[in-house]
């Protein structure tokens, strides 16, 4: 208990001298100072000042140091916020669905399953994209990038509701592992983010975009060919995350070296082969 800062002086009181509280104790309210003291302590409100032996002195930390806590607190609250959202909320596009201008041909169950397949590999896509962009946004502490990557983020919401709505039409339903890929994607995006800055951050964003594109590239090609309500919605997606990876180079998007790519893309294989079947 010493070592760790919250000793108490002999009468159970901290050092009145040095304790600036509104809550000054007095002298003799040993145990009620006790309880304001322990409040105030756990709430991270205090810094050990000096130590002699059998108390210790209290100070009030500087309130720059309050802020720190109270942002950590909104931003875990912001991620669990979105983490819920995504994952068992039912999204809302801000932009209709994209439509096929033909009318639809109807599918074999064989196709039907295949093009379900894809478009719920799609879906763990835009899980990621969220959980990306939330660990990225909450990581930067440059206000007018924050506001462009939660641009792009809606855009992914967008095509998070698109996919879904596309899966339930094609009488299928989205990924049992979408929690772990979530917790994934949120884990990376932070922590670029935060080790490696706002530049090295914008380079996952186009890294990422770029592959998703070409990924979008080769289910245009494996869709059936009759599948013409997901190929729109593909073709959407796609052309939006050109214009994501575009916006991350103007920012000033750091090239990712190519053994991170590597990484990036051997990641993404797996959560696509997982994706097809679970
Ligand atoms: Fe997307
Ligand atoms: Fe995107």
Known sequence: MQETGFSLHKRNTVEAAHHPSPFRPA???????LINDIFYFYENKYEVHSKRAGSACFKRRPEQQHKLVQMNADALILAADSALRTLWAQPRASRATPRALEPAASLTAAEQREAAALMRVNHVGEVCAQALYTGQILASKNPELRAKLAEASREETDHLAWTLQRL????????????LWYAGAFAIGYAAGKLGGDRLSLGFVVETENQVEAHLNSHMQRLPAGDLASRAIVQQMKEDEMAHARM?????ALPLPGVVKGMMSAAAKVMTTVAHRV
């Open 27 to 33: 002298k003799n309210l040993g145990f009620v100072n």
């Open 168 to 179: 339930k039409e094609l009488d299928d339903r989205p990924s049992l592992l979408n929690p």
């Open 248 to 252: 991350a180079e103007r920012e000033g």
